[in-house]
């Protein structure tokens, strides 16, 4: 198939190409920008005047709930509403059930998500086995599956003796260490911010040395192992310190904030809005603002959607007995443009924190569009305005705290490997 997207405003932040180019694709990959090759005859062409062509986003966190969770979410649907949200590439964390800590259910998983000829499916290896936090898996056999890294996902890490364990094994083959910063104790039966919100409204809180703690252990015995490490979901001003004062020391750690961390606050639970019941818990307003400048100087690397589809029942439940988490995949465009324009970042920016810096991270060579590499390709309209319903989410999970508001940017194509998955 070759494929002729013309007119667009074509943005590539790895290359510094923000210009209205053509982008010529064919046998699945970019063969030229700009100029027509010699011989080039285009078996479909798409116009793409007054809209924006980028590279495929990858989004470094999104809970497909397979295996074992199909009552959330099945892999149909979520990569469904990956691709309506441009996404051509994600990490899947490892607590889905059983957790991903056996070659056999990454392959398993690997294979289901490759037939559906949709986005591209990175999972994330369990650290531990069960994500117990008491015995290690065989990481070498796992990254043979298809594992890109390892994880606790959200549960934390108890014994500081097996984190040091894991992070030797992991620095021997080089491979990276992704952890949630979280310290068991101070968190425990928390559920909020530790803030006068969370004490109006009776609600056990958690306090941001929860993260500081946790994220000062994971640095000293990353340096004692060597070991590389990736903090995802930061959400707090002194998390966002700690990790600029660890990249200033020569650390080799990067880090991550979902995106709705950049627009919402403790304010925001008002009267126990139950999807706002989300993991790390919505902070202060002057957390959130140091998050976004923490984005904004690369303090954090990149943005991604911590996508967690949560089936209604047990989001309609008090806000401290309700599932945490949001449903994020479609807003993950939307709400970084949001940041960009609101924060005085240039589109070419914004993008960066959505796809050439999230692939960086993940070690893949897509996340830009130079020729001779994959043709992984969202086109979207930066100025059309939609409404956040439960009619404009193909996600099986509906758990988001931004239903009713209007958002900006909608994907118009998505193209994985050359092909066109998604025209809305």
Known sequence: MKIHIKNGRLIDPRNGLD????????????VAVGRMPDGFHANREIDAKGLVVCPGLVDLAARLRE??????????????AAIAGGITSLACPPDTDPPLDEPGLVEMLKHRAKSLNQARVYPVGALTQQLAGER????????????IAFSQADTAMVDHNVLLRAMQYAATFGFTVWLRPQDAYLAKGGVAHDGEVASRLGLPGIPVSAETIAL????????????KLHICRLSSREGVE????????????TCDVAAHHLHLSEMDIGYFDANCHVIPPFRSQRDREALRDGVKDGTIDAVCSDHAPVDDDAKIQPFGEAEPGVTGL?????LALKWGEESGASLAETLAKVTTEPARILGLANGHLSPGHVADVCVFDPEHW????????????????????EVKGKVRYALVDGHVVYEG
């Open 19 to 30: 210009a209205q180019q053509d982008l010529y694709i064919a046998a699945g990959k970019v």
């Open 67 to 80: 295996p074992g969770l199909e009552h959330k979410a099945t892999l149909e649907s979520e990569m469904a």
């Open 136 to 147: 290690l898996t065989e990481m070498a056999e796992l990254r043979d599956a298809g594992c």
């Open 216 to 227: 000062s252990t994971f640095f000293i015995l990353a340096r004692d192992a060597g070991a």
């Open 242 to 253: 700690l990790v600029r004062a660890a990249k200033a020391q020569g650390l080799p750690v």
């Open 330 to 334: 479609e807003l993950l465009l939307p």
């Open 386 to 405: 939609w409404k956040v319903e439960a009619r404009s989410l193909r996600s099986q999970g509906r758990n988001t705290p931004f239903y009713g508001m």
